[in-house]
DNA sequence: GTCTATATTTGGATAGAC
DNA sequence: GTCTATCCAAATATAGAC
């Protein structure tokens, strides 16, 4: 068996020590998982969580890394195939963005994300470029195809996937918020169906 | 005069404390704005502090208190004569969060409530309630108003408040981001307006 | 109302025994 | 690799003089 990279799944104390620090980062933050928090909620003292790691910081980066390592599982081939559809494109979309924001796994990295967001410029950074420019990017070239089969009416592709990604965006922080308190996410179940209804209905061609 | 409430423009040192704890809070966090960089800013120290606040607590929920209190003066009046005429309601609407966006009092408001979103519970709560649900409400009047007269096509009038508000956020969002890096917006700047347009687009009548 | 001084806690990090 | 013991810095908060 090939050695795991995936430290989710790891059994050694170094993963242990990933698998709580995420969980407790991405619920206190930064500042509020300390590392006394983190080594007793692993089963440690302190000084141990010093021999796997060199610092609080590196814990945390190793962490944040995989916030942004859950891409969708489109291809470029797909893309095409799908958009020249129309419709079932953007179903496939929404439902791939609809499982992430039910996921667990996701649901820490996506909390822990807007928890550090506007503390690490890093992390803003790379929200812009890897949650937001690749998505746009991705749905602006399913646009682009339903236009040339005129599909859909003709607009800018990069608003129209803008418009379209921002809504998602808005539910998957709401549902991550009422979630977090334990609150029913029932009102926002259909939500992610109800936009692709309404969008398809404002941009499909008569 | 008046006795003024907004501590903006107050003199005391209860209103600097305030004014000074608002900055650090929403550049730092709640754990990051200590009761000692905020007394240091203000020119006091720390237990000078203390004849002003009970605790750090007490400082920060006065200032998140602030957080909501910049509704859209916008009155039910207003509402039925503007959404009477379609689009007009729809650019005031976009206009006036526009503003919001930009501003700079708002502007360092709408970053504490991002840091703390996840921290906080009752903050959370008063985003679901002032910020999303008053906006929702406020929306889907006009939306249905439009719908009785024909002005837009027939569609669920929350489900287009949602849809155009999430989008409204996400922009301002991005605003926020960027402008917190001393970034560019000029990319941004005219995102609102190109909202608008094609949303309005989308859901007019023919 | 502000100061100095201080109590107390928490957090990050290291030394050295096992 | 983990433990005990310890260090040091920073943070919240209070007491009492002025």
Aim: glycine share 4%; charged share 30%.
């Amino acid at each position: 068996m090939p050695e795991n990279r995936d430290f989710v799944k790891g059994s050694g104390t170094r993963d242990k020590i990933l698998k709580t620090a995420t969980k407790l980062f991405s619920e206190l933050g930064y500042k509020g998982a300390s590392v006394r928090k983190i080594a007793s909620e692993v089963g440690i003292r302190e000084s141990a969580l010093y021999n796997h790691f060199k610092n609080k910081e590196e814990i945390f980066l190793e962490v944040a890394k995989e916030i942004f390592s859950s891409p969708f599982s489109i291809s470029e081939e797909e893309i095409r195939e799908l958009a020249r559809r129309g419709k079932p494109f953007l179903q496939k979309f929404t439902m791939q963005y609809k499982m992430l924001t039910f996921d667990k796994r996701n649901e820490n990295m996506f909390r822990l994300l807007m928890i550090e967001l506007l503390q690490n410029q890093e992390l803003r950074e790379q929200f812009m470029s890897e949650f937001h420019q690749k998505n746009i990017k991705l749905l602006s070239e399913g646009f682009f195809i339903m236009m040339q089969n005129s599909l859909i009416r003709s607009a800018d592709p990069m608003i129209a996937a803008y418009e379209y990604l921002s809504t998602l965006f808005y539910i998957r922080l709401q549902v991550t918020l009422l979630r977090f308190d334990n609150n029913s996410t029932n009102t926002l179940a259909t939500q992610f169906e109800k936009h692709l209804d309404f969008f398809w209905e404002s941009i499909r061609s008569e």
